[in-house]
């Protein structure tokens, strides 16, 4: 008995349940999934790379509305537990160089609004880091990911985590790469961390 839920003209994936939101036409508040979405036409900055969006919808894909517009990708998103997303947002600064490419994670409230940093970035001098792979700990209050550069070995990296509290000035990593490739941290409910 499976159903289509999107109807767009797009790649759509990673799709998410993320509560209720109230619009003042709104009788009841509406259940909300975001997912992730590939916009067509839309390149980032001086690539020819498509760039990915999140997108919010009701669960049965009706009012569809783009809800993060950077000029490069967004994509991993998780619930916080004040209903707000985390998500991982790519940025590409252009130098002497070349491109340069890192990605951080953000925060955005499920409507779309008050888009901020979420999570501190160490400086990793000439080396860009990724943080991917973000998962919110509902026992811990911590948000796990992965922190990796960009030769890291099937997109692998350092296992990290931020506390909820302080998730700008809390970063620690908990494993790093020289024992072992990291990837896709799955907080369980008792305070353990598979992955």
């Not at 998500?87 to 600064?93: E, I």
Request: hydrophobic share 30%; aromatic share 10%; proline share 7%.
């Amino acid at each position: 008995d499976k159903t289509r839920v999107t109807k767009e003209d797009m790649d759509c994936f990673s799709p998410l349940y993320t509560g209720s939101l109230f619009y003042l036409n709104d009788k009841v508040p509406a259940p909300q999934i975001t997912f992730a979405g590939i916009v067509d036409g839309w390149a980032g900055g001086r690539s020819k790379a498509s760039v990915v969006a999140l997108f919010a919808s009701r669960p049965d894909g009706s009012d569809v509305r783009r809800i993060t517009f950077n000029l490069h990708s967004d994509f991993g998103q998780d619930v916080l537990p004040n209903g707000r997303l985390v998500y991982s947002s790519t940025k590409t600064d252009w130098t002497v160089d070349g491109p340069r490419k890192s990605t951080r994670m953000l925060a955005v409230n499920i409507d779309g609004t008050d888009q901020a940093p979420y999570a501190e970035v160490p400086d990793a001098g000439e080396n860009p880091v990724y943080q991917t792979d973000c998962r919110v700990s509902r026992a811990g209050k911590a948000v796990y990911f992965i922190e990796s550069s960009p030769d890291s070995r099937f997109g692998g990296g350092d296992l990290a985590r931020i506390s909820q509290r302080r998730p700008l000035k809390s970063r620690k990593v908990l494993a790093d790469s020289s024992e072992g490739y990291f990837k896709d941290p799955c907080p369980l409910d008792d305070g353990r961390l598979l992955c």
